[in-house]
């Protein structure tokens, strides 16, 4: 496998640096938008990228079918990429963001003009299309084209970055619409590709919209709006988390391309543009870690967890692509899981991120404040223990480290690194350690994370017996429990102040409104407030924790806890 990927990428540097345009890259059939009401050519066998209907700017992205090279091979292998970018009128006469409430806990927010026009956009998104790169336009110029004004760019990157890009743009001024037809590549190949380009530029025309334009977008880019849940009963959270979800779903789904499936499972929903053997296995996998996470920790929270959303991606480049839009998709994403299903030697890494995902998305939903509250070590190891989650056709589920974990625990063993088990549970934060090979050259860098998670592992597999049973969950319903009380002190103390300050007359607005807005801004700021003082009370809140789990052991337990533990390293955990 190795040399085959080695061979693969040494023609691919090769075919990059010749710089010849293979038929692939000719233009292509019109590709049609009823929503945004226009068609254009893209270059043959270019992938269309399925955009989420939440991107109110970016109407369509093409993503090339190979990786290119800049001269002689040099830099990383990039795809080079076609975008329309449309800015309505209407929406380039406001300004800020209209916010509309439709009930009690759902707001419409339209985003209103954060692009004056192309060159703006260009200027304020450059990471979406230059990264870091210094930038600057070599050609304004206005034409005419198809009966509309058109307005022509191209802009250089030529600074802070390793291998020069280039980008084309044709801006059509229609009635109601201004579109920015635009084509990026590496410079090196700009010339290649210069005639498809023009010709897919020249193609553009506008079509009757058969479908609402794309503007608007419900309480933010957040499918649910856990923030702003505090003041609604467990049952109220839980109708809204439905409706929020399977309102996202219905637009998403309704926006699909007509190459992509979707599989409804009884707690997810999957979108996929792989095949469906790979799809199949995907749902029945996330299926099984969360029915593993519900039976396994079932006092973690009574919140409602939501329907799950998986995206499976053709590949990588549709993947990065799919996540660089004007609303990135990138961190702290609990919603929904993005995946490639391209290579076969990639999938068990992709297993593990739906495993880590899907752990994240359920015990976000389950208790958030556990969630930001647990202590480094047990959120790695819990982390990293779902991540070792395999399918298996005797079992749902084995868990077993991968190779690194293995070797990574046994060179920690090897040089002495192991740190007393007590010492992880008390620990505040993890510090670097640098472990080397016999060479003296760095073998990799390890941290108190990686005895840790191995730790959490051991706790829920073969150590998990006598007094520690059922430790870790012990550990976590305790957590659970001191923050449910620390919440109930501040619920408490924060009505009787509100029931005071109202009480005494406390200067509201008349209009009945502005008094919400004004009372829900000030409880909003409360709980701000009480969360900061949460994680101030972090290491209170976990010692009890720890009295609660491992508060029965002495000195001599634990040091035969620490001997069987390294017997078990040193074999690396398996």
Not at 271 to 285: E, G, I, L
Not at 383 to 403: I, T, W, Y
């Amino acid at each position: 496998m190795r040399g085959t990927v080695m061979v693969t990428a040494l023609v691919a540097v090769m075919c990059g640096g010749l710089g010849t345009v293979a038929a692939a890259e000719r233009p292509g059939p019109a590709h049609a938008n009823e929503a945004w009401g226009f068609k254009v050519r893209v270059p043959a066998k270019w992938n269309i990228i399925h955009m989420s209907s939440k991107e109110q700017w970016i109407a369509m992205k093409a993503v090339g079918p190979r990786e290119l090279y800049g001269d002689k091979g040099a830099g990383w292998g990039e795809r080079p990429e076609m975008w329309i970018v449309a800015f309505p009128h209407e929406r380039q006469r406001q300004r800020g963001a209209k916010r509309t409430k439709i009930d009690d806990s759902t707001t419409l927010i339209e985003v209103q003009n954060p692009y004056k026009d192309y060159k703006d956009f260009v200027k304020r998104e450059k990471r979406l299309s230059l990264g870091d790169a210094g930038f600057y336009f070599t050609k304004e110029e206005t034409t005419e084209h198809g009966g509309f004004k058109v307005s022509v760019y191209e802009v250089m990157a030529e600074k802070m970055v390793e291998v020069p890009k280039q980008m084309v743009a044709w801006v059509y001024h229609t009635e109601d619409v201004d579109y920015a037809v635009q084509f990026r590549i590496q410079r090196h190949h700009f010339k290649d590709y210069e005639s498809t380009f023009r010709t897919c530029l020249k193609s553009f025309k506008t079509i009757p919209r058969t479908k609402p334009m794309p503007g608007t977008s419900t309480t933010g880019k957040k499918i649910v709006d856990v923030e702003g849940e505090q003041s609604l009963t467990p049952e109220e959270r839980k109708k809204k988390r439905i409706l929020a979800v399977e309102n996202y779903l219905k637009d998403e789904i309704a926006n699909l391309p007509k190459d992509w499936t979707h599989k409804q499972s009884k707690n997810f929903c999957v979108m996929s543009h792989a095949d469906d053997k790979f799809t199949n296995r995907v749902s029945k996998h996330a299926e099984n870690i969360r029915k593993y996470l519900e039976k396994t920790f079932p006092g973690l929270g009574d919140d409602h967890v939501p329907r799950g959303i998986i995206r499976i991606f053709k590949d990588n480049a549709e993947e990065n692509a799919f996540r660089e839009g004007t609303t990135s998709i990138w961190f702290d994403d609990v919603e929904q899981i993005l995946i490639s299903g391209d290579k076969n030697w990639s999938r068990l890494w992709e297993y593990e991120r739906v495993s880590r995902e899907v752990t994240r998305q359920w015990l976000w939903y389950k208790n958030r404040n556990l969630y930001n509250t647990m202590p480094w070590w047990l959120q790695s190891g819990l982390l990293d223990h779902m991540e070792q989650g395999r399918p298996s056709k005797r079992k749902a589920l084995v868990f077993a480290p991968d190779r690194s974990d293995v070797l990574a625990l046994v060179q920690m063993v090897r040089d002495e690194k192991l740190k007393p088990i007590k010492e992880i549970f008390l620990s505040e934060a993890a510090e670097t350690t640098s472990v080397d090979d016999s060479g003296g050259i760095t073998f990799t860098t390890i941290t108190p994370t990686t005895q840790a998670k191995a730790v959490f592992h051991y706790l829920m597999t073969k150590g998990n017996r006598g007094s520690l049973k059922g430790s870790l969950q012990t550990y976590m319903e305790t957590l659970v429990t001191v923050i449910e009380e620390e919440d109930k002190k501040f619920e408490e103390a924060e009505l009787a102040r509100l029931r005071k300050e109202i009480e005494e007359g406390r200067d509201l607005p008349e209009d009945p409104e502005e008094r919400r807005k004004k009372i829900e801004d000030d409880l909003r700021k409360a709980h701000e407030a009480y969360a900061a003082a949460l994680k101030d009370k972090a290491q209170t809140i976990r010692e009890r924790a720890y009295q609660a789990a491992f508060g029965h052991m002495t000195d001599k337990n634990w040091k035969r806890l620490d001997k069987s533990f390294r017997t078990y390293a040193e074999k690396g955990g398996r």
